[in-house]
């Protein structure tokens, strides 16, 4: 979706205002290659910038949130969505962690770190890929997609497009039954018209009666912050 106007200045720090029309995410061009990363060796060099962030990431990694735990874990989400390698990604978290949260200082760091990526890489979608924390950078006040209609991200509208996402489900309901657990986690975090309207459109397509995908959905909704916030056991 083409964003209505850029931001020419995104604030870094989390207790700013969001701009009246945030511009969060911006669609890599085709072919475009992405910049490579530094080594961090002793101090760490690493940049947003270098990171190729996006505005919500950025805030959690330059100022992190208030439950650490949550913190390490949304910014393993965010690296591992990026394609980032298990060594590189602990190398960046445990210097996010000295650098802001301090909560692995007496702790065994890269064991840490490796148990939340493999929590995260528990949740990869049946492409093999792992989706980026949106709805949970949302949910902390980090990013203001789905929660001002103004805003938009073109990196969200490509990874959780509800209509071309229902566009693509089978028409058998039996097929479709199958493939629907990631429209309705999208979904999930939808207001009440928008899913109205949306399950609306799935009794048709795939042949499902409303009441049916209604209950489905309500599961949905009930298990969905388990998702980012089960890091009690880290």
Not at 128 to 153: E, F, M, S, W, Y
Not at 183 to 202: G, R
Request: one cysteine or more; proline letters at 8%.
């Amino acid at each position: 979706m083409t964003a209505l106007a850029a931001m020419s200045a995104p604030p870094t720090d989390a207790s700013s205002p969001a701009p009246a029309v945030a511009v969060v995410g911006k669609r890599r061009p085709a072919g475009a290659k992405r910049a490579s990363l530094p080594v961090i060796s002793g101090a760490p060099t690493d940049t947003a910038e270098q990171l190729d962030l996006c505005w919500p990431a950025r805030r959690l990694w330059e100022d992190g949130v208030q439950d650490r735990s949550v913190g390490i874990f949304l910014l393993v989400r965010y690296l591992a969505y990026k394609g980032l390698s298990l060594e590189r990604l602990t190398e960046l978290v445990l210097a996010f962690d000295r650098r802001v949260l301090g909560k692995l200082e007496r702790r065994d760091g890269a064991e840490y770190v490796r148990h939340a990526w493999e929590k995260v890489r528990a949740t990869r979608r049946p492409d093999g890929t792992i989706a980026p924390p949106c709805h949970a950078l949302q949910k902390l006040g980090l990013c203001p997609v789905n929660r001002d209609a103004r805003a938009r991200c073109d990196d969200y509208n490509l990874l959780f497009d509800l209509g071309a996402a229902v566009d693509g489900l089978p028409r058998s309901p039996f097929q479709a039954a199958r493939k629907l657990l990631p429209v309705l986690e999208v979904l999930a975090h939808k207001d009440a018209p928008t899913q109205a309207k949306h399950l609306k459109v799935l009794a048709w397509h795939c042949s499902i009666h409303k009441p049916v995908l209604r209950r489905w959905l309500l599961r949905v909704m009930q298990a969905v912050p388990a998702v980012e916030e089960s890091t009690a056991d880290l």
